[in-house]
């Protein structure tokens, strides 16, 4: 007999709803954390229960039936629900005890704010922490975390929270590299880049610093590796100065002028502002941070 709606548990709507969102089950099973087999075999173990097809699969991926989109809108309702009661129960939690989950880009975790995440572990070893390492942001509305630090010229999202720092970035090089320049705008020197069109040499970004006649010749979609290629002698990585600066092996390029860059930010739901361990931790980061500001702000070359 199929299912009625109110006989449908939530458990099976969440694998329902990642799958709606990111249009494959690898792409579902991400975003729970789980693993490929268990998300097709509980969307056809929902399936079966209702009695009928949620989506049609491909190669490309799934795509929603007419059941499936009449059942989404109800599947978001619940989502929201849920992800709203838990964070007012969390907000009303006045023990500093418990679990964090913080989402940090992983570059983060190359510079003094490392060192900051990991006094806090040591200091309060009653609060479980649950790092969400990725260059992505954390959907704070859904729970996705409770708290992000976050590198960014603005925040739009239902967050509250406070500025850290007003950032710098720089171009950064081996010592060795460095030796070898001239005050020529860069011409001879390579850029180390992001996610540019293979086919181009140069991009705007690279017009606006002091090397603007330096050849784009790297695509790294991440500061890590970036800055790996730049002490390895490979060309210019343009990275926050306070992760330049933090990396032995790197030294900012001569002849340049930091420029203003984004904003560092603690951010959390303001349904969680109550909770005492989110708090105590933001309070014990701004705390280690402010004093330190000038690493983050610098602008002597």
């Known amino acids: 007999m199929p299912k009625r709606f109110s006989d449908i548990h939530w458990d099976d ?7 709606a969102r990111n249009g494959t089950v690898r792409g579902a099973a991400a975003a729970l954390r789980t693993n490929h087999a268990t998300v097709s075999r509980r969307l056809t173990s929902l399936e079966a229960g209702l009695g009928a ?8 991926g799934l ?9 989404q809108p109800f599947a978001v309702n619940v989502a929201e629900e849920i992800s ?3 964070r007012a129960i969390a907000g009303h939690d006045e023990k500093p005890t418990g679990l964090i989950c913080i989402s940090v880009p992983p570059f983060m975790f190359h510079t003094s704010i490392g060192d900051d995440l990991a006094a806090f572990a040591a200091e309060y070893a009653n609060i479980d922490l649950h790092f969400d390492v990725s260059n992505s942001f954390a959907d704070l509305h859904r729970r996705e975390a409770d708290i ?6 603005s925040v739009t999202d239902n967050a509250v929270g406070r500025v850290l720092a007003n950032c710098t970035r720089a171009a950064y090089c081996s010592p060795k590299y460095a030796e070898g320049m001239l005050d020529n705008q860069g011409k001879g020197l390579n850029w180390i880049g992001w996610n540019e069109p293979e086919a181009e040499t140069t991009a705007d970004w690279i017009q606006k610093t002091d090397y603007p006649k330096a050849t784009l010749l790297y695509r790294v979609n991440d500061a890590i590796p970036q800055m790996v290629f730049a002490k390895a002698g490979a060309g210019l990585a343009f990275v926050p100065c306070f992760v330049g600066d933090w990396q032995e092996g790197l030294v900012r390029a001569p002849f ?3 420029i203003q860059d984004r904003k560092l930010w603690v951010l959390m739901h303001r349904d969680m502002r109550k909770a005492a361990r989110v708090r105590l931790f933001v309070d014990f980061l701004v705390g280690r941070i402010e004093p330190r500001r000038s690493e983050f702000e610098s602008m002597a070359a």
């Open 13 to 19: 709507l969440k694998f329902f709803l990642e799958a």
């Open 53 to 60: 097809r949620l989506f049609d699969r491909s190669r490309d």
């Open 148 to 153: 992000s630090i976050r590198y960014a010229h």
């Open 84 to 86: 709203a009661a838990s």
């Open 63 to 71: 795509k929603l039936t007419q059941l499936g989109e009449d059942l």
């Open 256 to 258: 340049q002028n930091p």
